[in-house]
């Protein structure tokens, strides 16, 4: 992992604004190539136009010139079935980014918020903390367990503050004026205030802000990251230590996503993958509800990791001892 002197977790030249044009031009350039497939499969969920119509020609099926997929129906059906899956849990982590609860909690009984709302009540620790499955986790497992219950819940409210109070600032009428990384101003979130690490790190605490805000807080996943890798054709731009969306270590056989990707230039590329999906939403006449501009964003990268699924399970497959993707 690359950590420089000032504690960031990619080099320096990452945060130069010249750098972050250049990849975001090659995630524009590389943009067309994946949501054709995106739109015409409704987001891997049925057969692109072309294996359609080799299933009716083996079928001896005769290919009506009216039988193409209409995709503004299939962009809409993403949109409305991915807003329905957000929403299934969304509550769960409403109910806990109440910040006079928290802070009573603070007070009284901070060891329950721990045992009981973060364990058993928010989805995604309940999730991470139960999956078996997977051997890396037994980290965050160990870390979660050895975790100060006060610390958590300081960490939790202090995150639940300033997503009410940065959403309390948010205007869908000039939020879409944004050009940089430095004008969406979540630097902060990248500091120890609100990072509880090993256990609600880069991962686990940017998926509960968007659960809460999806119009102004776009979800950090593994998928996520791995997606953006493609999205730049695994370019360098001139780091040293490989590409800033991964942690390579050549000599441990390791690939993974960077857990610890700074939040702000995250957010900044999904704001311009956002872009991109609103420009070909008004292209097919289909509407992308700002309310819910970051759950059409997470639906397109999870769709893109997803075509490169077999590569990313490869890379991983010699991971030893110490993976923690929700870090």
């Not at 939790?156 to 503050?161: D, M, S």
């Not at 999205?231 to 610890?260: A, P, R, V």
Request: glycine letters at 4%; aromatic letters at 14%; a negative charge.
């Amino acid at each position: 992992m690359y950590r420089d002197s000032e504690g960031r977790d990619v080099e320096d030249i990452c945060y130069d604004l010249e750098h972050v044009e250049i990849v975001k031009k090659s995630i524009q350039e590389n943009f067309d190539k994946y949501f054709d497939g995106f739109i015409e499969t409704c987001a891997g969920e049925a057969l692109d136009n072309k294996s359609f119509h080799d299933l009716q020609k083996k079928l001896g099926i005769p290919i009506s010139p009216n039988a193409a997929t209409d995709l503004s129906q299939n962009y809409k059906m993403i949109i409305r079935e991915s807003i329905e899956e957000f929403e299934k849990d969304r509550q769960d982590y409403i109910e806990i980014f109440d910040e006079e609860l928290l802070e009573e909690t603070l007070e009284d009984d901070a060891p329950s918020f721990k045992s009981k709302t973060l364990r058993n009540e928010c989805p995604i620790i309940r999730k991470t903390l139960n999956n078996r499955s997977a051997k890396e986790l037994d980290k965050y497992r160990a870390s979660f367990s050895r975790a100060d219950a006060e610390w958590l819940l300081t960490v939790v409210l202090n995150l639940c503050r300033f997503s009410d109070e940065y959403y309390s600032e948010y205007d869908p009428n000039t939020y879409e004026d944004i050009s940089s990384y430095e004008d969406m101003e979540l630097g902060i979130l990248d500091t120890e205030d609100y990072t509880a690490f090993g256990v609600i790190g880069g991962g686990i605490k940017t998926h509960m802000l968007y659960k809460i805000h999806p119009s102004v807080f776009p979800n950090r996943s593994r998928s996520a990251l791995w997606a953006l890798w493609f999205l730049t054709d695994k370019q360098k731009f001139g780091c040293n230590t490989d590409s800033e969306f991964l942690m390579i270590d050549i000599n441990k056989s390791i690939t993974q996503q960077n857990y610890f990707y700074p939040y702000e230039l995250f957010a900044y590329y999904a704001f311009v993958i956002y872009e991109l999906l609103r420009d070909k939403a008004s292209d097919y006449s289909v509407y992308i509800d700002p309310d819910y501009k970051y759950v059409v964003v997470d639906v397109f990268f999870e769709y893109v990791a997803m075509q490169h699924d077999d590569e990313i399970s490869f890379l991983k497959s010699q991971i030893r001892d110490g993976g923690m993707g929700f870090a």
